[in-house]
């Protein structure tokens, strides 16, 4: 199991830490051995517990060591004094993930701990279901640097270009499979104009000198300042075009169940943070869905906003669970740090290309016609269609449903409330077509 780091300037709440968790899970604590920095660059630990001092003078490590991990989620926890939330604020999302104030509960510093590794554990999964694809992928998919310089192939590509491991590739120039070295110059000037690259043909040479044609099909992964910091892609022998197409196929279907892993584990990242929504976002995604349908609209719009209702809250992940578990009302503090969910799950979903698409949906579904919503104040026609379709199926839901600051109300209360606002905060196509469905067509939550 690896460790949990408590790298913190106040000796006090470092002992308390270490006395609260030791005894459950291994403890990383510098000890003047090894320099700071060098502990955040080079140890592996599983969470950073880290206060304001050593935030401030090892934030540039911190986010060296975040950035380094991705894709994988390297959570770390700001402990800091109610006095200092406006610090806090400042870091949260950006450096930390989790705030907790002093003075410490035991109780709720192992859930937040339990909390974080548990999305930590989840990561994990992912990426190394990730990389069982990647291994077991029927096509060839490689990362190369910017220069040209082979970061890693999968064992198909390693086939087709003639060797039997992989390693014998990693390393090697690009340029010495080329036929024509001048088509990666086509292909990144497609590149800088479209922002992929799909099914682009050239001749490309084994290693033992045949030539054969090749799609390629590239997209360029960006750091945080925007810089590229490498391209990843597939590469498709299609010299036999029948062959080929039944390749894409397979590859097409492991892509599809991937997505929908992905989504499916993602949708359950809220759940672990906020267990009193557990349900919430299915719940939405279905009468979204329904709606949508209702409205006339295609398979393709139902399934982009049924998607985009299991992921609408992913940015709570983002959100302190005292925050979100709260059964009092917010301060303003607290209710500007969960009106920031919106913009994060954005970030989310922009991340992962088989998400962006949806991206918008999300960041719009607390926006209101008249512009009292929230995080841009968007208006009207501004607001995405699909995610005013998900806004009243998100107060809907919301409604029916026990809360911690509240008892839920009736259907009828709910749709009377949406009604009230029809065209001054909800689309009013979309609050008729929910009427119709509970009162008329007799909807209801699937298990």
């Known amino acids: ?91 949260l999302w950006t450096v930390v993930d989790e705030v907790i104030t002093t003075p410490i509960e035991q109780v709720e510093l192992q859930a937040r701990i339990e909390s974080l590794l548990t999305i930590r554990r989840l990561s994990l999964e992912l990426y190394a279901q990730y990389q069982r694809l990647f291994d077991n992928a029927p096509i060839g998919l490689y990362r190369t640097s910017p220069e040209g310089t082979i970061l890693d192939v999968n064992p198909a590509l390693a086939k087709t270009l003639g060797f039997t491991d992989p390693g014998d590739v990693i390393g090697r120039s690009v340029f010495e499979f080329y036929v024509c070295p001048e088509d990666r110059s086509v292909w990144q000037r ?34 945080k300042e925007g810089n590229g910091l490498y391209y990843e892609g597939s590469i498709e022998d299609i010299t036999e075009q029948v062959f080929s197409e039944e390749r894409l196929k397979e590859a097409l279907a492991r892509l599809e169940r991937s997505f929908e892993d992905l989504v499916f584990i993602l949708s359950k990242f809220v759940e672990v943070k906020d267990p009193y929504t557990a349900g919430h976002q ?6 979204a869905r329904a709606l949508a349908l209702a ?75 008249d512009g009292s919503g929230y995080p841009k104040g968007l208006q009207g026609e501004a607001i995405h269609p699909l ?39 909800y689309d009013e196509a979309v609050v008729e077509a929910c009427t119709v469905l509970f009162q008329k067509k007799g909807f209801t939550w699937e298990d």
């Open 387 to 425: 995610a005013r379709i998900l806004a009243v199926a998100d107060v809907v839901e919301a409604m029916v449903h026990h809360r911690p600051y509240r008892p839920p109300l009736s259907l009828e209360e709910a749709l009377c409330e949406v009604t009230m606002g029809r065209g001054i905060l």
């Open 282 to 287: 299915r719940r939405v995604a279905q009468l």
């Open 1 to 91: 199991m690896e460790p949990i780091l408590l790298a913190l300037h106040q000796r006090a709440n470092e002992k308390l830490l270490e006395a609260f968790v030791g005894h459950r899970y291994p403890l990383l604590i510098p000890d003047g051995g090894s320099p700071i920095e060098e502990i955040f660059l080079r140890e592996r630990f599983s969470l950073g517990i880290v206060d304001g001092p050593v935030l401030q003078t090892w934030r540039s490590a911190i986010e060296k060591r975040r950035e380094r991990e991705r894709p994988l989620f390297l959570p770390f926890m700001l402990v800091t004094s109610r006095q200092d939330l406006g610090l806090a604020k400042h870091f």
């Open 190 to 223: 497609i590149m800088e104009r479209e922002g992929k690259v799909a099914h682009f043909r050239c001749r490309l040479r084994r290693w033992d000198g045949e030539v054969f044609w090749a799609s390629l099909s590239i997209q360029q992964v960006l750091g």
């Open 295 to 369: 409205m006339g609209l295609g398979e393709r719009e139902a399934r982009d906003v049924y998607v985009a209702g299991l992921l609408h809250d992913i940015g709570k992940i983002a959100v302190p669970g005292e925050i979100l578990n709260k059964p009092a009302t917010l301060t303003p503090l607290e209710r500007a740090i969960v009106e920031e969910h919106p913009q994060k799950g954005y970030e989310v979903m922009i991340s992962v290309d088989l998400l962006r698409p949806l991206a918008e949906i999300v960041l719009e579904h607390h926006e209101r016609l």
